[in-house]
């Protein structure tokens, strides 16, 4: 698989509203856009660094991967986002090196990327996201 | 201030040599070198993904912050560092903003960059660390 970048970072938030200030006045970030993934059960608050983006996620209900993390961790990053050049030849890869991976079968995620998460058991506890941006 | 993009996420572990595999070999992220930061307490594999590092951190002795986080949260996400154009004037601004610093005067990280970390009660839950590249 080749990795072009880090995509971005998820960092789990109980209140958009209430954080989106510091990243947006503070460190003056470039805020592109909100967009909730309903799938997903989260709405995410979208910055771009110009090398990375900050992806802030507020669950929508109490069944999404948010909802539990910030119950079970609390406030903070969520996962860790890398873009690939070609999301079904990464996950052939990481099957074939066993891999443990949370999903098999690419889903949609914000910005209509394709997406796969690699589970932190295989990663030294990160979450891992692979995302291959819509042709 | 001017934020110039994503520096790189620091990833606390128990052992490098454990599970630098999974990222150099599974995801072929390209290995530039391991530093020692005495001051940190901490050694550091530095892998640089084309936007943005990815720093595995290990820990050296039981005082260092590493140390404390793998014994309160065990291995995962540490830190997201961003790199800034002048740090003194990013420091100066987020004082004024009563933002809470962990450090008011910058010290010298990984790859001789000048750095200052934010402290997560001020991000909602994130250590942030900001760092200038040596001139």
């Known amino acids: 698989m080749k990795i072009l970048g ?3 970072i998820g960092i789990a938030t109980e209140s958009i509203d209430k954080i989106a200030p510091f990243w947006k006045q503070v460190l003056k970030l470039n805020h ?13 608050d979208i910055y771009d660094t110009g090398r990375g983006k ?8 109490q069944e ?3 909802a539990k993390f910030l119950e079970k961790r609390g406030q903070g990053i969520h996962h860790l986002c890398f873009e690939v050049d070609n999301i079904e030849e990464a996950i052939t890869e990481l099957k074939q090196a066993k891999i443990r991976l949370v999903n098999e ?3 949609k995620g ?16 990160v979450l891992v996201e692979l995302a291959q941006k819509p042709k």
Chains 1, 2 share one sequence.
């Open 6 to 8: 880090i995509e971005h």
């Open 32 to 44: 592109t856009h909100r967009e909730t993934v309903d799938k997903e059960g989260v709405i995410t």
């Open 54 to 61: 900050v992806e802030l996620l507020e669950k929508i209900g």
């Open 64 to 66: 999404s991967s948010i």
């Open 105 to 107: 079968i690419p889903t």
């Open 110 to 125: 914000a910005e209509q990327n394709l997406v796969v998460f690699i589970h932190p058991e295989s990663t030294g506890g």
